[in-house]
């Protein structure tokens, strides 16, 4: 059973509540993972910004009771039900949505009353836009790579890794010829001290095309020529599934693949080639500031 939106959660809350005690959101929690049968997997699941799933939506039903009502914050952390909440479990409702609280509020707005329910919390579906903007931006990204040469797409990913802190001190990647190279293209420093060093392989190869299994043998060939046990092979293209196994069963190697989506969404995480467009904060109460007046 998948992870539940946090409509789902607010009823088991409401009834945990009934008994008229304090409870808290980590009781909270345990409920709904038992009664929705979740996996540790499902459990452990979290967003960008690390707090679990489960527990954000628990967090966001308890929000939501708080706000029409139906219970109240006695202290932090925890909370109680009201006249209000128990007059709505007496109803006997199959399951409490936005749309049922926004109906037996006596304060809600017109414009409340029109907007449909989400089935994720407001945060959570801020980051989905934002995931699928960046989806697109990735795909534009990477037509745009396409425009230019192969040499510009051999100093994009030297740029890159650049951005991600490899390069040594000076933080300097070398490119190799454009010819002749015994494929390798390029070649960075690990770490700051420049202690070892990762060889690179970029090919930028059309969307439908897969780089093959003989393509990673070849690479890897490159590598013993250069006594060398690192390397990272980029593809603006795809890996074929037999190019992927060998790559991850090499007994003496470690060679990472990246392919054209993965190469773009780093792209977009290290600010290579791109610029913010807009910012929005999104705030939440500092509670250590209530609790040190």
């Known amino acids: 059973?998948?992870?539940?939106?946090?409509?789902?959660?607010?009823?088991?809350?409401?009834?945990?509540?009934?008994?008229?005690?304090?409870?808290?959101?980590?009781?909270?929690?345990?409920?709904?993972?038992?009664?929705?049968?979740?996996?540790?997997?499902?459990?452990?699941?979290?967003?960008?910004?690390?707090?679990?799933?489960?527990?954000?939506?628990?967090?966001?039903?308890?929000?939501?009771?708080?706000?029409?009502?139906?219970?109240?914050?006695?202290?932090?952390?925890?909370?109680?039900?009201?006249?209000?909440?128990?007059?709505?479990?007496?109803?006997?409702?199959?399951?409490?949505?936005?749309?049922?609280?926004?109906?037996?509020?006596?304060?809600?707005?017109?414009?409340?009353?029109?907007?449909?329910?989400?089935?994720?919390?407001?945060?959570?579906?801020?980051?989905?836009?934002?995931?699928?903007?960046?989806?697109?931006?990735?795909s534009d990204i990477l037509d745009l790579i396409y425009t230019n040469s192969p040499f510009f797409f051999?100093?994009?990913?030297?740029?890159?890794?650049?951005?991600?802190?490899?390069?040594?001190?000076?933080s300097t990647g070398l490119t190799t010829a454009q010819t002749g190279d015994g494929g390798i293209d390029g070649v960075i420093k690990q770490d700051v001290l420049g202690l070892d060093s990762i060889y690179i392989q970029a090919k930028r190869w059309e969307r439908d095309r897969a780089v093959g299994r003989p393509d990673i043998q070849k690479f890897v060939g490159a590598l013993a020529g250069k006594n060398a046990s690192k390397g990272v092979f980029i593809t603006t293209s795809k890996y074929s599934e037999s190019a992927v196994n060998y790559a991850e069963n090499l007994p003496n190697n470690k060679v990472i693949l990246i392919d054209g989506m993965e190469l773009t969404k780093l792209m977009i995480k290290y600010d290579l080639a791109v610029s913010v467009s807009d910012t929005y904060h999104i705030k939440k109460i500092d509670s250590d500031y209530f609790e040190n007046i």
């Open 1 to 138: 059973m998948a992870i539940p939106d946090f409509q789902s959660c607010m009823l088991p809350i409401l009834k945990m509540l009934s008994d008229k005690k304090e409870h808290s959101i980590s009781e909270y929690v345990g409920i709904i993972e038992t009664k929705f049968n979740l996996t540790d997997k499902e459990k452990a699941a979290r967003l960008g910004g690390g707090q679990r799933i489960v527990y954000n939506r628990v967090s966001w039903g308890v929000s939501y009771l708080k706000r029409y009502g139906l219970i109240i914050i006695p202290r932090r952390g925890y909370s109680l039900i009201t006249e209000k909440g128990i007059e709505l479990l007496n109803s006997s409702p199959d399951k409490i949505t936005i749309r049922m609280l926004r109906n037996i509020s006596e304060n809600t707005s017109e414009a409340e009353m029109e907007t449909e329910d989400f089935p994720k919390p407001p945060d959570e579906v801020i980051g989905v836009l934002i995931n699928d903007l960046n989806e697109q931006l990735a």
């Open 154 to 170: 051999e100093k994009l990913v030297i740029d890159l890794l650049l951005k991600m802190g490899y390069g040594g001190i000076e």
